[in-house]
T-cell receptor, first 111, second 114 residues
Framework: TQLLEQSPQFLSIQEGENLTVYCNSS?????LQWYRQEPGEGPVLLVT?????EVKKLKRLTFQFGDARKDSSLHITAAQPGDTGLYLC???????????FGTGTSLTVIP | DAGITQSPRHKVTETGTPVTLRCHQTENHRYMYWYRQDPGHGLRLIHYSYGVKDTDKGEVSDGYSVSRSKTEDFLLTLESATSSQTSVYFC?????????????FGPGTRLTVL
């Protein structure tokens, strides 16, 4: 059973479109991270959110942590081909200890 | 890039043979983690370490053991490899210096068990 469910699993959009990826759970997390992974490489950390309701922006990417700290979303504005990759969310139940990853969202941005 | 390397990067082995994967860091971070990544499952934690000689199990630890005799090295051993252990293995590091909920990943080791 996957502790964190991501949706959608696959997303193919045109350059310039907006998109949102969701990461949901019935469990509470002390923090939640978002990563991007490219083929043949390890995941690269994009952001960590720790406070319920927190919103963080990284250029065209907006990350939100749910008020109850059970879910998160990643919104990309005006997607570009360079955004193509596998997006993973991960939650920490106890600080520094176990991290649980979602199954990922594979994003393709078509020029 | 975080100073983290994994060796070997690729390995093909036969069922029943022992295999050891190495993770090496130059960052002096306290925490080190081993994950496996499989289609449909994402990344799953195998074992982690919170200091020299201090390790604990993750969610998929059966069939794996780890050792950490010094800060910079974290070894993952498959005592008797099985085909179900064919996967891509990632090491990650983290610690107080970068925030306890921050992890930096290595490039991965692709292991095939025939």
């Amino acid at each position: 059973t996957q502790l964190l469910e991501q949706s959608p699993q696959f997303l193919s959009i045109q350059e310039g479109e907006n998109l949102t990826v969701y990461c949901n759970s019935s469990s509470v997390f002390s923090s939640l991270q978002w990563y991007r992974q490219e083929p043949g490489e390890g995941p690269v950390l994009l952001v960590t959110v720790v406070t319920g309701g927190e919103v963080k922006k990284l250029k065209r990417l907006t990350f939100q942590f749910g008020d109850a700290r059970k879910d998160s979303s990643l919104h990309i504005t005006a997607a570009q081909p360079g955004d193509t990759g596998l997006y993973l969310c991960a939650g920490a139940r106890n600080t520094g200890n176990q991290f649980y990853f979602g199954t990922g969202t594979s994003l393709t941005v078509i020029p | 890039d975080a100073g983290i390397t994994q060796s070997p990067r690729h390995k093909v082995t036969e069922t029943g043979t022992p295999v050891t994967l190495r993770c090496h860091q130059t960052e002096n971070h306290r925490y080190m983690y081993w994950y496996r990544q499989d289609p449909g499952h994402g990344l799953r934690l195998i074992h982690y370490s919170y200091g020299v000689k201090d390790t604990d199990k993750g969610e998929v630890s059966d069939g794996y053991s780890v050792s950490r005799s010094k800060t910079e090295d974290f070894l993952l051993t498959l005592e008797s490899a099985t085909s179900s252990q064919t996967s891509v293995y990632f090491c990650a590091i983290g610690g107080e210096a970068v925030g306890l909920d921050t992890q930096y990943f290595g490039p991965g080791t692709r292991l095939t068990v025939l």
